[in-house]
């Protein structure tokens, strides 16, 4: 167990459809990072967040959004789904440079 | 950019045989290189990394792995592997801009322990 939660820990919803997938970091982790797993692009970062503020972006749609709340816990939203974006998505939690812990992932199924 | 290369997609062996499992990355600059295992229908777990110092790393299970400089390798061993060693793993490199720290990973490589 990484300490990483995720809610929930599947999702299965139709083409259009919005979805929030929910990530709660370690106790005392300020980082909060999202990873996407699909099987034609492996895993790929998305978006990284530190004590509320957006640090870097990777390769996210512009459909797709992120925040991080002052709890700490991070959101990260789906929106106008395609049968492209089922994937497993993880977020990863990270107290300092050279260490992430993940989350069990949400598998979102798009139909 | 960061890129990584593992070489075999899948990898069959027979329990208490080596392993192997080939990394290569493409940065000639510091880096930090990470072994991610992933158990059928669960997370990411950390195998082991390397961040400076030793160049041979060992994890707690028996798997160990050595950062080759000049080779920008990164292979991943064990010398007798057990049946619930079968798993998927990835080899990860990190890309550092500005303070994030994201990982850039492989695309993975199946092993499957056969009895």
């Known amino acids: 167990d990484s300490g990483v939660t995720q809610t929930p820990k599947h999702l299965i919803t139709a083409t259009g459809q919005r979805v929030t997938l929910r990530c709660s970091p370690r106790?005392?982790?300020?980082?909060v990072y999202w990873y996407q797993q699909s099987l034609d692009q492996g895993l790929q970062f998305l978006i990284h967040?530190?004590?509320?503020?957006?640090?870097a972006k990777g390769n996210i749609l512009e459909r797709f959004s992120a925040q991080q709340f002052p709890d700490l816990h991070s959101e990260l939203n789906l929106s106008s789904l395609e049968l492209g974006d089922s994937a497993l998505y993880f977020c990863?939690?990270?107290?300092?440079?050279?260490?992430?812990?993940f989350g069990p992932g949400t598998r979102l199924t798009v139909t | 950019a960061q890129s990584v290369t593992q070489l075999d997609s899948q990898v069959p062996v027979f329990e208490e045989a080596p392993v192997e499992l080939r990394c290569n990355y493409s940065?000639?600059?510091?880096?930090?290189l990470f072994w991610y295992v992933q158990y059928p229908n669960q997370g990411l777990q950390l195998l082991l990394k390397?961040?400076?110092?030793?160049?041979l790393v060992k994890s707690i299970n028996g798997f160990e792995a050595e950062f080759n400089k000049s080779q920008t390798s990164f292979h991943l061993r064990k010398p007798s592997v057990h049946i619930s060693d079968t798993a998927e793993y990835f080899c990860?490199?990190?890309?550092?801009?500005?303070?994030?720290?994201?990982?850039?990973f492989g695309k993975g490589t199946k092993l499957t322990v056969n009895p």
């Open positions: 990863a939690s990270s107290p300092r440079l050279g260490s992430q812990y």
């Open positions: 106790s005392g982790d300020l980082s």
């Open positions: 967040y530190y004590n509320g503020e957006e640090r």
């Open positions: 940065s000639s600059v510091s880096v930090y």
């Open positions: 390397y961040l400076s110092g030793s160049t």
């Open positions: 990860a490199v990190t890309e550092i801009q500005g303070g994030s720290e994201k990982l850039v």
